[in-house]
């Protein structure tokens, strides 16, 4: 992750709503007392642009660049799991399209990819034209609430994310609707063998314990000093090994891959049975394979006639 991704230039625009840093809760800035506009944006390092709603940052752009090398990038990586991608020209639907971020990394990793984006607030739209370059990314924007978009849609895609928060400052979070009936909506948009991507930050335990149940393959993704906990849903084959070395392979997002970190997102009952299988194991010599005592005097005494005849 690119240093300003730490810098006090983040704290100082606030908390994330899409990237919430794993800082210790601190004083405001002095900016978030005065009277500011509730979308506007800002200058950052290395003239990277921060797009904030509500005193909340919410998306990153560096011209030149289709990464973000945070939590964006940790979105739109999935993509990569889905079969023969560059050759295809995969659907990809984003309910909560903030300055355009996903997208931009979406659009480096697919060209041809088809990609819908649902924002609710128009002011939001308007600065990401303005001053993020999101028309050229070639995204179908529409303007509204992504629960009703889900209760109308009729297609279909291979990736959907769900990049949706409400709220302000350290009080950001997931709507009433999410997980249910969010995402159960969100599953009839997925094609077979397609990917459900859910950014989540205190609502992860519900949000897996429903993903779980819809899909036979569960990967999180978080990126390194952030609280986000980054859900890929989809089919048995998901592998979190695979995925990860796909990154590596990636001239898009290779660089961002030591700030990732890809892992089965196993039930706590999986967990708990694997903890105790681990204490246990030092009881029988750790990885060795218990024998009785007659058993391992007969191989030692092998051991000395081997050593014999070699000396």
Partial sequence: MPAFCHTAALIAASWQRHAWPDFAAGPRHKAARRALPRVRVE??????????VDETFASLYRPGQASTGCVWDALAAPLLALPSLESSAPRVLIL???GG??????????????????EFDEAVVEAARSHFELDALGVEVVIGCALDFLQKETRCFDMVVDDVFIGS??????????????????????????????????????????L???????????????????FVAGPKSL??????????????????L????????????????????????????????????????ER????????????
């Fill in 101 to 118: 971020s996903a997208a931009r990394t979406i659009r480096a990793l697919a060209p041809r990819a088809e990609i819908v984006g649902v």
């Fill in 258 to 297: 030591s700030e990732l970190r890809f892992r089965v997102a196993r039930s706590r009952r999986v967990k708990k049975v694997q903890s105790q299988a681990r204490s246990a194991g030092p009881r029988h010599g750790g990885a060795w394979p218990f024998c009785s005592t007659a058993t391992l005097r």
């Fill in 212 to 230: 779980r149940r819809q899909f036979p393959g569960l990967l999180k993704i978080s990126v390194k000093g952030y609280c986000n906990h980054i």
């Fill in 43 to 52: 200058d950052g390092p290395e003239g990277s642009k921060h797009l904030l």
């Fill in 169 to 210: 400052g350290r009080s950001v979070h997931k709507p009433s609707w999410c997980p249910k009936p969010f995402h159960d909506l969100a599953v009839k948009r997925v094609v077979q063998d397609g990917l459900l991507i859910s950014n989540t930050i205190d609502e992860a335990k519900d949000v897996a314990s429903g």
């Fill in 239 to 256: 592998d979190a090994r695979a995925l990860r070395s796909s990154v590596h392979r990636s001239p898009v997002l290779a660089g961002s």
């Fill in 96 to 98: 909560g399209l903030g």
């Fill in 300 to 311: 030692l005494c092998g051991l000395v006639e081997t050593i014999r005849k070699w000396t």
